[in-house]
């Protein structure tokens, strides 16, 4: 079962990583991303924390971690995130409110 406290620590990570996407260089991938699922041995702030690590050695750009960050999740933390995306404009920058 998912827990809500890592749903709402999800969900506001990803409102913290929500730019509005724009034209932007690419990276330098020299670490791999993390992978987040939602499992009950998987810590939502170490997640966070390794994924912040990667950005930085990865060069991300503000306009892209918000893409990057979503194709960390995987199994439950995917399918959640899927369903806030059917939320109408939910990731949109300055549509906060949505969420």
Not at 53 to 67: G, L, W
Not at 74 to 97: P, T
Request: charged share 20%.
């Amino acid at each position: 079962m998912f827990d809500a406290n890592a749903a709402q620590t999800l969900i506001l990570a990803l409102i913290n990583l929500n730019v509005t996407l724009a034209e932007g260089g690419r990276e330098n991938k020299s670490v791999n991303y993390p992978t987040f699922s939602g499992r009950d041995d998987e810590d939502i702030d170490d997640f966070m924390l390794e994924l912040a690590k990667a950005f930085a050695v990865n060069q991300v750009s503000d306009n892209r971690k918000h893409i990057v960050a979503v194709n960390c999740l995987k199994g439950i933390a995917a399918n959640f995130y899927d369903g806030l995306a059917d939320i109408i404009r939910w990731n949109i920058a300055g549509q906060l409110a949505n969420t």
